[in-house]
């Protein structure tokens, strides 16, 4: 049995989400500095630079990487031998998460970016509550990885209900309309997350856990969704957007497919769109 302190949960939060809207991690660094070699228009050439030279500016100055701090997102992996310490006035793990999130916000002078009320529109000024998914696992594992998910890419992406006729063609033709539709909204060149199959809400968590569960371009292990993946990041790059839909090769960095079990009368898809400024971290206890 791990015994792990809620104060400690909370502070390792709240540093986390200030480092990952200062830093790109390296994967991201990686995989824009490697794309950027493959774009051709001068346009898109110059945005490719302004985008490695903010990041720059963000990691020495601690400042965003982009004015839309994001929604705080996390996917919790919680081994079911693990139990918590309630210390320092913490009552629960939930608690945890949304006071590193407020005070991680505010100690970094990040943007407060959600409203209490999806019509009235007040914003909690604190950016909570904090967005949080668990997945339940045997032994002593305690993962949290966050994503800051800024509202740009996220009003672009999509959820549909297929018949199982549409088959495979009918996703892919799925996914690049709406990476089309999304032309320079989200900020591209953005990283399409894909989930297939669920049901109506696990396809958009798919979609979702796609962009948090593996390094950014790396290909599912499955040789059938590698294959798609890679097929669909040609066809959306030939769609000409480029760079902040400045118009160019690159559109997209990386397409990652994501399938599960699903009804036989159905077949879910949802595509969730990633700007370029990809913060995405984790830690273990």
């Not at 794309?35 to 490719?48: R, T």
């Not at 009552?91 to 999130?101: F, H, Q, R």
């Not at 996220?154 to 892919?172: K, L, T």
């Not at 790396?218 to 839909?245: C, S, V, W």
């Amino acid at each position: 049995m791990k015994t792990v302190k809620l104060s400690q949960v909370r502070d390792k939060i709240k540093d986390m989400v200030q480092e990952a809207n200062f830093n790109l991690q390296d994967d991201v660094l990686k995989l824009i500095k490697d794309m950027a070699k493959k774009e051709e228009s001068p346009a898109g050439k110059e945005v490719f630079n302004q985008i490695l030279q903010n990041a720059d500016i963000a990691r020495d100055e601690k400042l965003g990487l982009c004015q839309d701090t994001g929604l705080a997102v996390f996917l919790i992996e919680l081994g079911e031998d693990v139990r918590f310490d309630r210390d320092d006035g913490l009552e629960s793990l939930k608690d945890a998460v949304a006071e590193g999130t407020r005070r991680g916000y505010a100690e970094g002078y990040l943007r407060k970016s959600v409203v209490e009320d999806p019509l009235r529109r007040k914003n909690t000024g604190d950016n909570t509550p904090p967005y949080i998914h668990w997945e339940l696992e045997p032994g002593e594992k305690f993962r949290v990885t966050f994503i800051a998910k800024g509202g740009g890419a996220e009003n672009m992406s999509a959820v549909r209900m297929f018949a199982p006729a549409a088959g495979q063609e009918g996703i892919e033709d799925f996914v690049v309309e709406t990476a089309d539709k999304g032309g320079s909204n989200p900020c591209p060149p953005i990283i399409v997350g894909v989930g297939v199959g669920g049901n109506f809400e696990y396809a958009a968590w798919l979609a979702k856990k796609s962009l948090l569960r593996r390094p950014l371009g790396t290909h599912n292990p499955d040789p059938f969704y590698a294959d798609m993946e890679k097929r669909l990041l040609e066809r959306i790059n030939k769609l000409g957007i480029g760079p902040q839909g400045m118009g160019g090769r690159i559109t997209a960095l990386a397409v990652h497919v994501e399938a599960f079990p699903c009804h036989i009368a159905s077949l879910p898809a949802a595509v969730n769109i990633q700007c370029h400024s990809h913060r995405v971290l984790s830690f273990e206890l």
